[in-house]
């Protein structure tokens, strides 16, 4: 009963946050006054003046697409070298060497492109530096780059015959100082003051209660005895000659919170640590899962609400958060009861209590946190990939078949619904070209949208935002399957391993970063063909968009008649579903049934 | 182009002073001045000596101290300033519907039936045969711990009952009572049943 209570409410804290945030993103990018603008609009000022910007440039398409790729290539750039040179730069108390060169690039690669996608483990290889200077401010500026991007579309979408489709730089520095800050001021010092670390001194040690032996290879002596005086470990009446006490513990400490914050704020998702929110430091208590999981979502559905305020239509962006939310639902539902079910492996006939009681979680508990349980975990895997965020509070590898099944397939959905800040939003309305033009040819119309006839131009563009993610996805998955030596990097044989695959290609095919994390990909094919889906899926989408908002611009406004197609009623919301349900049920269902759906039959088999 | 250019390396520039820089540093100094404790790891400490983080695990296996989840113990990653190898794990990320995984499960269950002979053969609570996300988890369900007090008294000579005020004394419920799980934090447990911290 209290999951039922948790799903719900999870959802509902969502929505009721995510309206007025929409209306205060639609003001701000507007360059209306709001409530923070006494405060905001001086440092939004410095920003023209110190660059000498003038804000009110209308850029077109290309000048527009240009300076958005040029900002992503130089920050690209700066972060590879940080991360390459971390070994000699400051603000590396950890003492850490650089990256190799294969792992600076799919790191760089995957903050800038909003993916954060993690090879690494930030405790065991980054410096503050390359937290604070590198992965932070891309966690910023990513996200801040898909919110430019789609109001630059949808202003194409609402003007008429028009050139101009806004400036990059003021959509930029605005999504920055306007949306991502603010938010994340207020959430990092919460999250500090319930408990996430906020140091700048590097990793300490401390006193373990109960000291253990380990043998020389680092594996723990079962049944020694420790003589902590003497320093000798015994097993058995005789000493073990080369044996070690481990009597500390180790704890990770960085500025953390504020990385925390605009991790879940901008659906990057690459934790400073490498278990990420599952880690008791970045998410000690439920209190801070509940603001990081709402805040996981938080501004992709308020993007619905703010496109409907924008457009001066709220019907339009109330339809696209319906088609998204109940897809969002759907997932979470069967997520959710095959969590609960457990395998027949943990319940061992009855040996291992798998059903949820008094002060008892029940459920596959295996890569999930007691303070979280089933309910949490589930709701936050269902978010996190339906959102292209990726951060985790448990690990999907160890989901069960099904249940890991629907976050790989929320990613391969195309991260639309609601998808990553901006761009999930910018794709969906891609899958509505690719749906109001269905729709016509059903009914013999021109297809239409806002207005704005649809035409060859549109969508090819279209075309492109929808086929992108399966392009990247199967084309990775099935390289890297073909290559022997990807084998070796696999944590769990047989139909898993191949699901370990797919989703991690899935996860960089959808600038998604959560992963099957068992699945080692420090190697140089696995670093460089992840970042090279990472970059495609990222940079063709947007500039498709960008083509499309506009070519859109510079339309003229015709009409709406008897004919013309509805594009927020329930029969359009349910349309939309089926397109994306489709495309993606056709691009993967082989792929999926040789994974997770094969895993699923032997297990059921075995039970 | 030029200028696109000068343009782009500035904002660049400007957002890593602002957003990397200068936001990192006002959080990192409001943090340390108000919450001095949580933002260096919430380490405990008792007399001038550390008894860990509460937030994270520490692996018992004393026939006297509540067990928490099943760890994967790294001890090649940290070390401390002398060189000494330092403790830390990770999640198993294994899939929980193989067969191999089904073995690893009996094993864990032989066992700990064989440390708890007075549960006999009642099924064990899920948390205590399985790994946790973070590999870290600090913490075990009410109904886990409850499984262990009959030996964690045996093993101290106490009763039942003082094994139970402790790991009360550890529970945490369910924020507002809805969100997350109950829970017991094993580390706070295991110093309160060795009078290293209060009850």
Redesign the interface.
């Known amino acids: 009963m ?1 999951a039922y ?2 799903y719900g ?1 999870y959802l509902v804290i969502l929505v009721a946050l995510a309206i007025p945030l929409g209306r205060y993103i639609s003001r701000a990018m507007g360059g209306e006054t709001v409530f923070l603008s006494p405060l905001l609009r001086p440092l939004e000022r ?2 023209y003046r ?2 000498h ?1 003038s804000p009110e440039e209308d850029m077109g398409w290309k ?1 527009y697409a ?2 958005a790729l ?2 992503n ?3 690209f750039v ?1 972060l590879f070298l940080i991360l390459m040179l971390q070994g000699v730069l400051p603000w590396n108390p950890q003492g850490f060497g650089g990256l190799s060169w294969h792992l600076a690039f799919n790191t760089a690669v995957s903050f800038v492109t909003n993916t954060n996608w993690q090879t690494y483990s930030g ?2 290889a980054l410096s503050n530096l390359s937290q ?3 992965l ?2 891309q ?3 990513s996200a801040a780059c898909g919110i430019a991007v789609l109001f630059a579309v949808i202003r194409g979408l609402m003007r008429v015959k028009s050139k101009g489709i806004g400036s990059f ?1 003021t959509d ?2 605005r999504a ?1 100082v306007y949306v ?2 603010p938010l ?2 207020v959430v ?2 919460a999250l ?10 590097g ?8 000291p ?1 032996a ?1 043998d020389a290879g ?1 594996s ?1 002596i ?1 049944g020694a005895e420790i003589d902590l005086e003497h320093n000798t470990v015994t097993l058995d009446g005789a000493v073990v000659a080369d044996a ?1 006490i ?8 960085y ?1 953390q ?2 990385q925390v914050a ?1 991790k879940q704020a901008g659906t990057n998702g690459g934790g400073i640590l ?2 990420n929110s ?4 970045e998410n ?4 801070t ?2 603001i990081e999981m709402i805040l996981l979502l938080l501004i992709p559905v308020a993007l619905c609400f703010s496109f409907g305020f924008s457009i001066k239509d709220k019907r339009q962006g109330i339809a696209v958060f319906l088609a998204m939310f109940i897809l969002l639902v759907g997932f979470l539902g069967v997520a959710a009861s095959q969590e609960h079910a ?5 319940a ?1 006939n ?5 059903i949820a ?17 089933i309910a ?2 589930s709701t936050w895997a269902a978010f996190t990939t339906a959102a292209s965020n990726g951060s ?4 999907h ?5 099904l249940g890991g099944m629907v976050p790989m397939l929320l990613m391969m959905l195309g991260e639309v619904v609601f998808g990553g800040v901006g761009c999930g939003l910018y794709g969906m309305i891609g899958f509505i070209l690719l749906t109001v033009f269905i729709a016509g040819l059903m009914v013999g119309r021109t297809p239409e949208y806002l207005g704005k006839k649809i035409e060859p131009r549109e969508m090819r563009m279209a075309v492109l935002l929808c086929l992108a993610t399966p392009i990247a996805i199967l084309v990775g998955s099935g390289a890297a399957a073909l290559l022997p030596s990807t084998a070796d990097a696999l ?4 139909a ?1 391993g191949l ?1 370990e695959i797919l989703y991690n290609y899935a996860s960089a095919g959808g600038n998604n970063g959560s992963a ?3 699945m080692g990909c420090d190697t140089p094919f696995l670093n460089t063909s992840l970042g090279l889906a990472m970059l495609f899926v990222r940079f063709v989408p947007m500039v498709a968009a960008l083509v499309i908002g506009g070519s859109m611009a510079a339309k003229k406004r015709v009409a709406a008649g008897a004919g013309t197609l509805s594009t927020c009623n329930a029969m359009f919301v349910f349309l939309l579903i089926l397109i994306v349900l489709i495309v993606g049920a056709l691009s993967f269902f082989p792929a999926l049934s040789l994974g997770p759906i094969a ?2 039959t ?2 059921a088999g ?1 039970g | 182009m030029k200028k696109t250019l000068l343009h782009a390396g500035g904002m660049l520039v400007l957002m890593m002073v602002l957003c990397g820089f200068a936001y990192t540093l006002l959080i990192t100094g409001v943090g340390q001045l108000l919450f001095p404790r949580q933002a260096n790891g919430s380490v405990i400490e008792v007399d001038g000596r550390t008894y860990g983080s509460e937030l994270l695990g520490q692996e018992f296996t004393g026939p006297e101290y509540l067990w928490g989840r099943i760890m994967n113990i790294d001890v090649d990653s940290f070390t401390d300033g002398n060189g000494e190898r330092v403790m830390y794990a990770w999640p198993s990320n294994l899939s929980p519907a193989s067969p191999e995984y089904g073995a690893l499960v009996a094993e864990r269950v032989a066992a700990l039936r064989a440390a708890n002979p007075a549960m006999g053969g009642a099924p064990i609570p899920v948390d205590l045969v399985t790994c946790s996300g973070s590999g870290l988890d600090p913490d075990i369900s009410p109904a886990a711990a409850e499984y262990q007090a009959a030996r964690i008294a045996a093993a101290r000579g106490i009763t039942e009952t003082e094994v139970r005020a402790a790991i009360d004394a550890a529970t945490s419920g369910r924020l507002l009572g809805v969100f997350g799980e109950p829970r017991v934090n094993v580390l706070k447990v295991n110093l309160i049943l060795d009078g290293i911290l209060e009850g």
């Open positions: 209290n209570l948790q409410l410095c920003f110190a660059l910007i000048k240009a300076c040029l900002f290539l130089f920050g700066v405790e065991v604070a200077m590198g932070t401010v966690n910023f500026v730089w930029l520095v920055v991502m800050l994340c001021l990092s010092i500090v003051g319930l408990g996430v670390p906020q140091s700048l001194g990793s300490r040690t401390v006193d373990l209660l109960e253990f380990v680092g723990r079962v070690q481990i009597t500390k513990q180790a704890l990770p400490l500025p919170a504020s605009p490498g278990t599952a880690h008791p430091f000690p208590s439920p209190l899962n509940l457990a395998t027949p492996q943990l061992q009855g040996a291992v209590d798998v009681g008094d002060g008892m979680p029940g459920g596959n508990m295996e890569g999930k946190e007691t303070r979280f349980g949490t975990s985790v509070n448990s690990m590898d160890s989901y069960t078949p944590n769990n044989a047989g898993h699901s099957f994390a068992g895993e699923f032997q297990m075995l």
